[in-house]
């Protein structure tokens, strides 16, 4: 197994860092810059920045909040939020992202993730799947658009390998169940779209305790640990992290 990377998730509104429960009630979690240069100083191995009202406010990412945040950073950034076209995809890598991220676009036109993959690399986009239970699907996970507001009744798990044989290098599934709850990643979603796919899978979405990064990892399949209110408020440092995973017998980057 490579070694498993931590990576940081500054989800962006109104020019602050925000974190919610279920995909709603925010709460401010600071400021980009002074948190990015923080994380890449505490040991992140990557950082994502998701402007989660992009999609919902019809607009595209806030190319000012790419530049100040990429400024202060040497880790990949991954970018996320309002991103529609190949233009789009160009102006955030030029704004000093090394990844764009890509979900409610890409479930409407899957040839973006293909033609982003040709243009630019497989290694350079990744799809984000947020993803509610729905007993009818096969896998029992539905994907859910629109900053988790639009469920589509598409199957996650079939979608997952639809965007890897598209061309996209990396998938990052968020349960809309775990998200900012603290409970847990949902380790059955996460381990539904990685044993679907051998592209790395990004863990997102509830992780509150050490255990829960171990649990992405040995019983989720991920390869990479995001998180959010465990970082942003201060209850684990990255390096705290890190030292368990290794306790567990797991490599860090």
Excluded at 70 to 97: C, K, Q, R, W, Y
Aim: hydrophobic share 45%.
């Amino acid at each position: 197994m490579k070694p498993v990377k931590i990576m940081p998730c500054l989800d962006m509104k109104e020019g602050r860092v925000v974190k919610g429960v279920h995909f709603v009630d925010i709460r401010d979690a600071g400021d980009p810059v002074e948190n990015a240069r923080y994380y890449q100083e505490e040991g992140a191995d990557e950082l994502a920045m998701l402007d989660i009202a992009a999609t919902v406010e019809n607009r595209k990412t806030r190319l000012e909040w790419v530049r100040q945040v990429a400024a202060v950073v040497t880790i990949p950034l991954t970018v996320g939020g309002g991103i529609n076209s190949l233009e789009d995809i160009d102006l955030v890598l030029m704004a000093g992202a090394a990844k764009v991220s890509m979900n409610s676009a890409a479930v409407r036109n899957p040839a973006l993730v293909e033609e982003g993959a040709k243009r630019f690399g497989p290694e350079r986009i990744t799809v984000a799947i947020d993803g509610r239970r729905n007993p009818s699907l096969p896998s029992g996970f539905e994907v859910v658009v629109a900053g988790g507001t639009l469920p589509v009744g598409r199957d996650a798990v079939a979608w997952a390998r639809e965007c890897e044989s598209r061309g996209a290098g990396v998938i990052l599934p968020t349960s809309m169940d775990g998200d900012g709850t603290l409970a847990g990643y949902d380790i059955p979603f996460t381990r539904a779209i990685s044993s679907a796919v051998s592209v790395p899978v990004v863990a997102s979405g509830g992780a509150g305790t050490l255990e829960h990064f171990r649990e992405a990892v040995v019983e989720g399949g991920a390869q990479i640990l995001l998180a959010a209110s465990v970082f942003h408020f201060r209850t684990f440092r990255i390096g705290e992290v890190k030292a368990y995973l290794r306790s567990q017998g797991i490599a860090t980057a």
